[in-house]
């Protein structure tokens, strides 16, 4: 089982439409990333949370540690918003600082 | 931006040969990674460096070593590359300063290996 698990794995969305990309993990974290990768490679930082909420612009990240579940939410969704979208747990203890990431979640938003 | 640059982005390689994939940052980060991506996969570590000359090796290490004898420069070499190392390569760095622990990743680098 992986570590990290991201659904859906495709999502295609109508513009304007509320997006929601689920991020389960089983490890401990001392935050969590979430990361967007436009098709030609380049990946951007989104977020990193290690508790509560987030918002900038359109985009809202939320964390429950109890659960160890995260959430990224595009509100009015525009097709420059497809692009796959990566969580990422991250554990800084010690000397490795490693994340750990999911397989992704492609989105394509439809005009 | 944290001013990463990784060279060459694009590399077609011959099977058995050495390569080798350099990625420079501006910022004096301590932290840097190479990672790799494949479909279905997700990005893997390859290896790692917490400072000068200090490396160590992460999940998919195997067929890879690297150097790091200066701050800004870690570099990964292929020491004699295999069809199964066609990947896209990523660096990165990790920021870890008051406000938190940004990542930052480099534009990528393709590497074909036939």
């Known amino acids: 089982k992986n570590e990290v698990e991201q659904s859906p794995q495709n999502l295609t969305a109508q513009e304007g439409e509320f997006i929601t990309i689920n991020c389960s993990y089983s490890?401990?974290?001392?935050?969590l990333h979430w990361l967007q990768q436009h098709p030609g490679g380049g990946i951007v930082s989104l977020f990193m949370?290690?508790?509560g909420k987030k918002k900038h612009g359109r985009l809202i990240a939320t964390i429950n540690i109890q659960e160890k579940h995260s959430s990224l939410h595009i509100t009015a969704s525009h097709p420059r918003d497809s692009a796959v979208y990566i969580c990422?747990?991250?554990?800084?203890?010690?000397?490795?600082?490693?994340?750990?990431f999911g397989k992704g979640t492609k989105l394509s938003v439809k005009p | 931006d944290a001013g990463i640059t990784q060279s060459p982005r694009h590399k077609v390689t011959e099977t058995g040969t050495p390569v080798t994939l350099r990625c420079h940052q501006t910022?004096?980060?301590?932290?840097m990674y190479w990672y790799r991506q494949d479909p279905g996969h997700g990005l893997r570590l390859i290896h790692y460096?917490?400072?000068?000359?200090?490396?160590d090796k992460g999940e998919v290490s195997d067929g890879y070593s690297v150097s790091r004898s200066k701050t800004e420069d870690f570099l990964l070499t292929l020491e004699s590359a295999t069809s199964s190392q066609t990947s896209v390569y990523f660096c990165?760095?990790?920021?870890?300063?008051?406000?938190?622990?940004?990542?930052?990743f480099g534009e990528g680098s393709w590497l074909t290996v036939v």
């Open positions: 460096s917490y400072g000068v000359k200090d490396t």
């Open positions: 990165a760095i990790t920021d870890r300063s008051l406000s938190g622990n940004t990542i930052y």
């Open positions: 910022e004096n980060h301590r932290y």
């Open positions: 949370l290690s508790s």
């Open positions: 990422a747990a991250a554990n800084y203890g010690g000397s490795q600082g490693n994340l750990i």
């Open positions: 490890v401990g974290i001392s935050a």
